[in-house]
């Protein structure tokens, strides 16, 4: 007994050999191209908004910070800075730094909040890959 003709609802494909790639094999097959998105492009112009605002960000904490907290407080400033402007930055010491500043100096754990969520340093996690992205959204909220 030989095989049968295909009749018009099957479809049979036969691959072998060492083959690689793509096979689409069906009745009434869409193919859509799945693109990422581009990564957001960080400026010159928001790299320089964010040392501004790093500037002001450990003017503030030399101004408010009590003298005995003062070194420490901004040393933690500065340990934010490498972290944001790293290559890929450091949301785990973004973090420690955020929720150093909430437990000894609260006034001022608003300010470092909100280099923390600004949008540049946002841009700058994004642009660091999707992974980190998301990390960055679970830890620190936002869309």
Sequence with gaps: ???????????????????????????????TQVTAEARPEVTEED????????????????AEAPPEKKEAALERVQELEEAVTAEKPDLTTMEY??????????????????????????????AAGDAL???FRRRFGGG
Excluded at 7 to 17: F, K, N, P, Y
Excluded at 100 to 119: E, I, R, S
Aim: aromatic share 2%.
């Design 47 to 62: 790299l320089a908004a964010l040392r501004q605002m790093l500037a002001e960000l450990k003017e503030k904490v030399a």
């Design 97 to 126: 730094v955020k929720q150093w500043f909430v437990k000894n100096l609260p006034g001022l754990a608003g300010a470092v909040t909100g280099v923390v969520v600004n949008p540049i340093v946002g841009k700058l996690v994004e």
């Design 1 to 31: 007994m030989g095989e049968k003709e295909p009749s018009g609802d099957e479809i049979r494909a036969t691959i072998s050999g060492d083959v690689s790639g793509q096979v689409a094999v069906g009745k009434g097959i869409i193919q």
């Design 133 to 135: 992205a998301a990390e």
